[in-house]
């Protein structure tokens, strides 16, 4: 496992011991131009607030770098295609050191950093994802509600389930070393998806007729299923695109410029099957799928959807 500790690199360390120091979780005054967001397109969980600055319309108001789909030692670096386009750096440790210079922990997407007092906000990407749904409401330029406040517990309590059976549950399975622990975790993955693909039967949206903060962290794992799960995590009792109503859902998604411009399924491929050697040492990246969003096909499940 890499990481730091105390300012030093450990590209593959012994964790066991080591005590993190999170002092993040500061979050500034409202200003464009002020933050800027580290991604990587790769990462389901900085897909968040990723996908939440561009629902409402933040792109002029804060500035984002995604970080490259290869690893160097272990960790997320920058490169000439995906460069830091707010400090320059080559390697997202060096933007934790400058907020820390002994900094221990992991060095994960996504970092929201605040550059009035040159530090790091926040790392918790459904932290980052509230406080930009709620203190930047005033000044977004769309008008999607994220967290409506009548809704806001029932919503955040389906993130929470969404993060633990779905988010986290794929990558339960995926890296599972035990061929008992796999098909429990693999086929809890898919008792979740026939739950979801059954609720989302009579509404278009988690929560109903509007889309919130709980499709925010469903569609991140969605969209990734069937071009890197399916194969990569040996999620394979059936593809995503096999259940009517969740795929119907991914593609209503998908009609939405911050959904299809923050999902690209060829970086999405190279990060998953290059980096994570536990899984696929040779690094192979598989051909497929082609999925064709625009298909008559689709096109007609979208209706479908945009009439419920
Ligand atoms: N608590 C974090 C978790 C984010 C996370 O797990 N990011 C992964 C990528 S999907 C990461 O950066 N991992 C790097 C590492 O573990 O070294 C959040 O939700 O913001």
Redesign the pocket.
Known sequence: ???MKQGGWLSDGDAEGLVYIDTFGEFGEVEAGRYHLYV?Y?????HRPLLTMQLMGLQNKIGFSSVSPFTYE???KFDKDYPDHNLGERCLLDVYKRAKADYSG?????VLWDNASNTISS????GISIWLAEAWDSVKESDVDLLPSDQREAILSRCEWINDNINVAVYRAGFSRQQDEYEKSALEVFDTLAALDAELSTKRFIMGNRLTLADVCLFPSLIRFDSVYYIHYKLNKQLLSQFPNLWGYVLDMMQLSACRDTSPQDYFKQHYFSAQTDINPNKIIPIGPTIDWDSEQSAALVAQRQSM
């Open positions: 496992m890499a990481y990587s790769a990462c389901p969980f900085a272990g960790s997320w992991k060095i994960t997407v996504p790392n918790d990407s459904l």
